[in-house]
């Protein structure tokens, strides 16, 4: 896993050197997933950034965490927390609509009952952005988290690999 993510963050560099690194801008808010899992819905509240390095591409980070909890057959999974890196890409559809994705990779880490372990993910989000003004931007889109557990984890990975929705609203330039 550190070579993926030496890997997505050799290629961010190579898109900003390769793009010139004409800056428009830079965007950040305020993020709103559920998680449909086998055993319920999970509600996750985090938040992210990024730079706009031309009109069409974006670097960043975002970072979530669980507001409930979920009951699996290995036991109460009480909390969920990851975050890393993001690059993503957007086209103008119209004035004030834009579409396009983005891969999150990173870490996190999970409770389930009274053990902690650690994970990492890659999460590919499709999104479609709306500018209600100049500065402010709602989103909402669909994504799937691919986790990579210890081989000795307690919970199951497909406890983890989960589609979501995202629901955000974001401030800056995009």
Request: proline letters at 2%; hydrophobic letters at 40%; aromatic letters at 14%.
């Amino acid at each position: 896993m550190k070579r993926l993510l030496t890997l997505t963050v050799l290629i961010c560099f190579s898109v900003v050197i390769a793009e010139k690194a004409k800056a428009q801008g830079g965007f950040g808010g305020v993020h709103a997933n559920s998680e449909f899992t086998s055993h319920g819905n999970l509600l996750m509240i985090g938040g992210g950034g990024a730079w706009v390095i031309n009109p069409n591409f974006y670097l960043g980070g975002a970072g979530y965490g669980s507001a409930n909890s979920v009951a699996t057959p290995n036991g109460e999974f009480n909390s969920l927390g990851y975050g890393g890196l993001m690059l993503g890409y957007f086209s103008e559809l119209k004035e004030s609509v834009r579409f396009g994705g983005d891969v999150l990779a990173g870490s996190g880490g999970y409770s389930l009952d009274d053990i902690s372990e650690s994970f990492y993910f890659l999460e590919p989000n499709i999104k479609v952005w709306y500018s209600i003004n100049h500065t402010m931007h709602l989103s909402a889109g669909v994504y799937y988290r691919i986790a990579y557990l210890n081989a000795d984890a307690n919970l199951n990975q497909q406890h983890l690999n989960n589609f979501g929705i995202k629901l955000s609203v974001n401030f800056g330039n995009l």
